[in-house]
T-cell receptor
């Protein structure tokens, strides 16, 4: 079946602009996660959705970052007034949401802020 | 708190060599899962294995095998007869244990297999 998809695959923007990153999870997966991976580093958690609710936003680095999920499906991560330190690969993952369930990752969006 | 340590930053081997990637974890939970993911140069994280802490049997899948030792909090990954296609960054991860089940990742080990 179809895996997790993300768009765009690459995004180059100018400092100060807003960007939106999209994630389409695997159908039927109620849990959705956003992670960030800076160059040469591991993954850091940003936000978790269960259904359309976000009970854990603890990883969002600042109030410039927000995310929403609709229809228990698509999620959008928005970064306002982008800064150069926002440059990273943003990865989305989904799972059935039970404890210990495997998270399946999308291909990521590579964001470059000039 | 949960923590994963992958002490090997980079490993370089020649094709057909065996290689072991180390993973040491910390968890406050009595039952937990452990994961390995592969990130090839294309960038996508590929799921390799999930292991329940109840099950300490080693697992083998083709050229891949995993050695889980609860007593030493280690979950090591061995590739037998490595191939160039095995070149990637490998991540070990443990769930946070809270309601979110978010994954705590190690810093990864870059494996380069030379032809």
């Amino acid at each position: 079946g179809a895996g997790v998809s993300q768009s765009p695959s690459n995004k180059v923007t100018e400092k100060g602009k807003d960007v939106e990153l999209r994630c389409d999870p695997i159908s039927g997966h109620t849990a959705l996660y956003w992670y960030r991976q800076r160059l040469g580093q591991g993954l850091e958690f940003l936000i978790y959705f269960q259904g359309n609710s976000a009970p854990d936003k603890s990883g969002l680095p600042s109030d410039r970052f927000s995310a929403e999920r609709t229809g228990e499906s698509v999620s959008t991560l928005t970064i306002q007034r982008t800064q150069q330190e926002d440059s990273a690969v943003y990865l989305c993952a989904s799972s059935f949401g039970l404890a210990g369930d495997t998270q399946y990752f999308g291909p990521g969006t590579r964001l470059t802020v000039l | 708190a949960q923590k994963v340590t992958q002490a090997q930053t980079e490993i370089s081997v020649v094709e057909k060599e065996d290689v072991t990637l180390d993973c040491v974890y910390e968890t406050r939970d009595t039952t937990y899962y452990l994961f390995w993911y592969k990130q090839p140069p294309s960038g996508e994280l590929v799921f390799l294995i999930r292991r329940n802490s109840f099950d300490e049997q080693n697992e083998i899948s083709g050229r891949y095998s995993w050695n889980f030792q609860k007593s030493t909090s280690s979950f090591n990954f061995t590739i037998t007869a490595s191939q160039v296609v095995d070149s990637a960054v490998y991540f070990c991860a443990v769930p946070d244990g809270g309601a979110t089940n978010k994954l705590i990742f190690g810093t990864g080990t870059l494996l380069a297999v030379q032809p």
